[in-house]
């Protein structure tokens, strides 16, 4: 009885870290350090009015087209690897083993996803220059914003 008590509340603190990390990673396609969605979004919708010859919008546009359609085809495999997960967390006698697996998937899915954003921004990079790259505001910390200001002291 006490075991199965105990595997029931590690299986809860396992559910309860799958739910915030894919909370956030749903809510945040792509997540944080300026590889995800969010950061591409916002470099998008700053190309058009950085002053760019008409060539590297497009080659940019391109490229950010070409890592929508992968990020696309890799949403599904990690819709899939949530809703085994969710299967996993539902059985009656759910597996600590099983849980965690699955968990090692999905992190190497949502990893790949934020892998897809970097190679993007860094192909977007290397189609400006350095003062171009500056015009489009150099993205940072996910949200293509600079770092928030520290509160007086």
Same mark, same amino acid.
């Given at each position: 009885?006490?075991?199965?008590?105990?595997?029931?509340?590690?299986?809860?603190?396992?559910?309860?870290?799958?739910?915030?990390?894919?909370?956030?990673?749903?809510?945040?396609?792509?997540?944080?350090?300026?590889?995800?969605?969010?950061? *591409?979004?916002?470099? %998008? /919708? @700053?190309?058009?009015? +950085?002053? =760019?010859? &008409? #060539?590297?919008?497009?080659?940019?546009?391109?490229?950010?087209? *070409?890592?929508?359609? %992968? /990020? @696309?085809?890799?949403? +599904?495999? =990690?819709? &899939? #690897?949530?809703?085994?997960?969710?299967?996993?967390?539902?059985?009656?006698?759910?597996?600590?083993?099983?849980?965690?697996?699955?968990?090692?998937?999905?992190?190497?899915?949502?990893?790949?996803?934020?892998?897809?954003?970097?190679?993007?921004?860094?192909?977007?990079?290397?189609?400006?220059?350095?003062?171009?790259?500056?015009?489009?505001?150099?993205?940072?910390?996910?949200?293509?914003?600079?770092?928030?200001?520290?509160?007086?002291?």
């Amino acid at each position: 009885m006490m075991r199965r008590w105990k595997t029931k509340a590690a299986i809860a603190g396992v559910t309860a870290l799958g739910i915030a990390t894919a909370g956030a990673a749903l809510a945040k396609p792509g997540g944080g350090c300026g590889g995800g969605g969010h950061a *591409l979004e916002h470099l %998008e /919708r @700053r190309v058009a009015g +950085a002053g =760019l010859p &008409a #060539a590297t919008v497009q080659a940019i546009y391109a490229r950010l087209d *070409l890592a929508r359609n %992968e /990020r @696309r085809a890799l949403d +599904a495999s =990690l819709e &899939a #690897a949530h809703e085994r997960m969710r299967e996993l967390l539902d059985a009656d006698e759910a597996s600590v083993d099983s849980v965690l697996a699955q968990a090692d998937t999905i992190g190497a899915l949502e990893t790949e996803a934020r892998k897809i954003g970097l190679r993007a921004m860094v192909d977007v990079r290397g189609l400006v220059t350095p003062e171009q790259w500056e015009s489009l505001g150099r993205p940072r910390r996910g949200d293509g914003g600079p770092p928030p200001e520290a509160p007086a002291r």
